[in-house]
Every structure is written in structure tokens, then in C-alpha cells.
């Protein structure tokens, strides 16, 4: 179980409050983990993960001058009033499997991929397929090359704070990796 309560305020030179954030983000997580050594050589390892998730957000930003002119027009510039009043129930689910193959003794290929799944967004499944090649050159060390996708869902507020935002995809890396290892 996770929780996190966020609650502060911002007042202005006269005490009164221009913004507030009393919220809550929590989740339950349910983790299997399998492994499987299927020969000498190869291992198969495999996971899943569902978390139900609650989120009740209290948010409110009063409008706020800038001291800042609109070129165009020539009037200070307004922030308008921000509120966020939710209370929502939503869940995440993930999977991964990954193949490790050792090779000759001294080359290691590992192959997997995950799969997520992510209730509250329109686009709910992504896949990130990842792989590495590991070449032994002695006992101590070793040259490294790897790929992969990875995917990290936007902050639950900013997908539940403003209406349209459902639309918003993963944040996404491509990691491209090389180098030696010593130990």
C-alpha cells in the first residue's frame, strides 16, 4: 500500500490564501513474480503487477496578475482561477517476461518485454521491448551492448486535473547502451 497526502497553501502580503493543494494519491499493489531456470543455460523469468488506485484531489489557485505586459494588447496579464475537485477510482496492470540465454560460456543475450496497461488514459496499452548482449572477455570483465523502450505513464494529476488530458500518452525513452563492466 502507498500513500501520499499533499496539503499546502500560499498566501499573498495580506495573509489571504491565493492557492491550496489538499489531496491524496493511493494505491493497493497486488506483485507475482515467477522464475524458471529451464535449462544450464537459460533462464525464463516472468512478473505482474494490478494496482487499484484512489485519487481525491482539492485544488484551488485564485487568478493571479503578472507583472508581466501583454505586447499585443498592453494590459497585465491574467492567470485565470485554477479548481480541481475529483474523486476517482482507477487501476494499472503490467507485464514482463525475459528470456536470458547464455551462449559459448562467455556471451549472455537476455530478450524480454513488458506490457502496461493504464485505465484512466484513452490509450490504455503500451508495449517496451528490450534486449542486452554481454560478452565475457575474462572472468572480471565484460563488454556491454543494450536496447530498450521505456514507458512511464504522466502523473495521475496531470492526466485527472484538466478535462481533454485523458489524450495524454506515455512519457517515452529509447535507451541505447554500450560499455564494459568490471568486477
Known sequence: ?????YFFSKRDSNFAETFRNDSKEGDVQLKLEYYN??????LLSASSTFKTILLNYDINKLPDTLSVIDPYSGNYLVLP??????????SKASAHLELIQNLFGKLKFTAGIRYDYIAILNEKHYISPRTSLSYALSPKLSLNLAYGIFLQSPSYIWIAGVPGNEDLRDIRADHYVAGTEYL
Not at 37 to 42: D, P, Q
Not at 81 to 90: E, F, G, I, P
Open 81 to 90: 482561477a485554477v479548481t480541481v475537485l475529483l474523486s476517482k477510482r482507477t
Open 1 to 5: 500500500r502507498n500513500f501520499t497526502k
Open 37 to 42: 531456470k529451464l535449462t544450464g543455460s537459460t
